[in-house]
């Protein structure tokens, strides 16, 4: 079946540097890629859409210059976690929507552990 | 707002028994309805997914009974294994974008 891979899976950084998380669909073209955030026993939160060759779409309350978004192919979009703090560690998950035949199914990455000290 | 209501938060159940989640949308709009599964540490998987022309979809062990009228849907799990211990998500989407709009999510627990 349809895969969407992330990397790295978890990763530790610094306050203050930047971080790069990536989704990719291994198998399948994606215009449409999603970044949600989530915490310990909650719900994911959507934060922004990607949208191959132009700008991310974000919700309210998301700092577009905190987490930049590029999706630069159909197959990858990059999240980037700009001057990193504490507060800022979570789970990263993508996901990417599948238009093949009809479908319109989203399938998730396996998500990325943050950790900024 | 919470636009897709689930219940209950958390669920045990016995080996073989059934497992039973449902959740309510508000939104007429809403015409896809998945149900993810997610373990600790992994990203949420698609499970099984219903649309509003059929009021029953099953797969394997899982069904899904959709009430239009009701505005509801739920996720019946037969024969419960503990393997089918994760975190369950109901989700609903609309319009062509078919960007979920997620339940709070249950806590499945299933006795040995």
């Known amino acids: 079946g349809a895969v969407v891979s992330q990397h790295p899976s978890r990763v530790i950084c610094k306050s203050g540097t930047s971080v790069k998380i990536e989704c990719r669909s291994l198998d399948f073209q994606a215009t449409t890629m999603f970044w949600y955030r989530q915490f310990p026993k909650k719900s994911l939160m959507l934060m922004a859409t990607s949208n191959e060759g132009s700008k991310a779409t974000y919700e309210q309350g998301v700092e577009k210059d905190k987490f930049l978004i590029n999706h630069a192919s159909l197959t990858l979009s990059t999240l980037t976690v700009t001057s990193a703090h504490p507060e800022d560690s979570s789970f990263y998950i993508c996901?990417?929507?599948?238009?093949?035949?009809?479908?319109?199914?989203?399938?998730f990455g396996e998500g990325s552990w943050l950790t900024v000290v | 707002q919470q636009q897709v209501k689930q219940s209950p938060q958390s669920l045990i159940v016995q080996k073989g028994g059934i497992s039973i989640i449902n959740c309510a949308y508000e939104?007429?709009?809403?015409?896809?309805f998945p149900w993810y599964q997610q373990f600790p540490g992994k990203g949420p998987a698609l499970l099984i997914a219903i649309r509003p022309d059929v009021s029953e979809k099953k797969e394997g062990r899982f069904t899904i009974s959709f009430n239009k009228s009701a505005k509801q849907f739920s996720l019946h799990i037969m024969d419960s294994q503990p393997g089918d211990s994760a975190t369950y998500f109901c989700?609903?989407?609309?319009?062509?974008?078919?960007?979920?709009?997620f339940g709070r999510g249950t806590s499945l627990i299933v006795h040995p």
């Open positions: 989700a609903a989407a609309s319009g062509g974008s078919y960007i979920p709009t």
């Open positions: 939104n007429t709009a809403f015409d896809y």
């Open positions: 996901s990417a929507r599948d238009n093949g035949g009809g479908g319109n199914t989203i399938y």
